[in-house]
């Protein structure tokens, strides 16, 4: 079993930046593919970023590229998503997940694909 908490969450201006955290426990995630999803309310969980197990492959959905960069420290069980140049569609709850299984591809991009969840960290920017 895996757990993932999220953390870093907050209130940001427009423009602004975030460092969200997904600390693993209870399994090393090192030799995992991690992934970002993000939730709005009234929409459905959607894809945000995933990093394979090195962190020398990363993906990201179209919205966020440019902007978001996913990144993980393996001696830490931990995956980061530094959020920059935040706009007010970017609100959501942002959850980390992580796959049943090792290695696998990146191109992980929806909820099937993953596991393992965290509990989720609620980010809003104000327009």
């Known amino acids: 079993q895996v757990q993932l908490v999220e953390s870093g969450g907050g209130l940001v201006q427009a423009g602004g930046s975030l460092r969200l955290s997904c600390a693993a426990s209870?399994?090393?995630?090192?030799?995992?593919?991690m992934g970002w999803f993000r939730q709005a309310p009234g929409k459905e969980r959607e894809f945000v970023a995933a990093i394979n197990w090195s962190g020398g492959s990363t993906y990201y959905a179209d919205s966020v590229k440019g902007r978001f960069t996913i990144s993980r420290d393996n001696a830490k069980n931990t995956v980061y998503l530094q959020m920059n140049s935040l706009k007010p569609e970017d609100t959501a709850v942002y959850y980390c997940a992580a796959p049943p299984r090792p290695y696998g591809t990146i191109v992980a991009v929806t909820t099937t694909h993953y596991n393992y969840w965290g509990q989720g960290t609620q980010v809003t920017v104000s327009s």
């Open positions: 209870g399994r090393t995630v090192s030799s995992y593919v």
